[in-house]
């Protein structure tokens, strides 16, 4: 089975710029999270889905940020307008949280890399 | 409210040396707790997870990570490491219930000298 897959795996993009990073989860996971990492703040959790729905954006840095997951298999995380700032590694992840054998586990995509000159 | 503390923010290491990489947490209720390990240029992945039963976890590639709840501890140790396991290592913790996800702590970066 595939992995979760997030596009695009690097992005360098003007300050001011819309930027869209894309996540496919795991099929069958019905939680999704968008992660950003950055060196001086580690790994921050900017919002996360249960089946499609926004539980808790309270991550979400400011209204320049937004996610969207409009159905099981696809969701955007937004930057419009771009800042030097938000430059970081942005990770998805899926999970079935609570079933099955992978109880807990999420599992990663390998990043989109974002530098905002 | 659950929190994870992982004590060493960086752990230089020479090859074939024992280590051990420091996690505690804290938790008003029961814990699942994880260690996620982050190569370069790569997404985290599970390292082990203990959910319950035996204390002591191991993974494939020879770490172990005992769960000491009097101490509210998950260590993750590794009796001789190799240049390869110099990675970033994340310990999580996860109450069970859907209406918890998991708390992550800040990281370890373990790095391992020829």
């Known amino acids: 089975d595939a992995g979760v897959i997030q596009s695009p795996r690097h992005e360098v993009t003007e300050m001011g710029q819309e930027v869209t990073l894309r996540c496919k989860p795991i099929s069958g996971h019905d939680y999704l999270f968008w992660y950003r990492q950055t060196m001086m703040r580690g790994l921050e959790l900017l919002i996360y889905?249960?089946?499609?729905?926004?539980?808790?954006d309270s991550g979400m840095p400011e209204d320049r940020f937004s996610a969207k997951m409009p159905n099981a298999s696809f969701s955007t995380l937004k930057i419009q307008p771009s800042e030097p700032r938000d430059s970081a590694v942005y990770f998805c992840a899926s999970s079935q949280l609570d079933r099955g054998r992978n109880t807990g586990e999420l599992f990663f995509g390998e990043g989109s890399r974002l530098t905002v000159l | 409210a659950q929190s994870v503390t992982q004590l060493d923010s960086q752990v230089p290491v020479f090859e074939e040396a024992p280590v051990e990489l420091r996690c505690n947490y804290s938790?008003?209720?029961?814990?699942?707790l994880f260690w996620y390990v982050q190569y370069p240029n790569q997404g985290l992945q599970l390292l082990l997870k203990?959910?319950?039963?035996?204390?002591l976890v191991e993974s494939i590639n020879g770490f172990e990570a005992e769960f000491n709840k009097s101490q509210t501890s998950f260590h993750l140790r590794k009796p001789s490491v190799h240049i390869s396991d110099t990675a970033e290592y994340f310990c999580?913790?996860?109450?069970?219930?859907?209406?918890?996800?998991?708390?992550f702590g800040r990281g370890t970066s373990l790095i391992v000298h020829p």
């Open positions: 938790s008003s209720v029961s814990v699942y």
């Open positions: 889905f249960n089946n499609n729905v926004p539980i808790d």
């Open positions: 203990y959910l319950s039963g035996s204390t």
């Open positions: 999580a913790v996860k109450s069970p219930g859907g209406s918890y996800i998991p708390t």
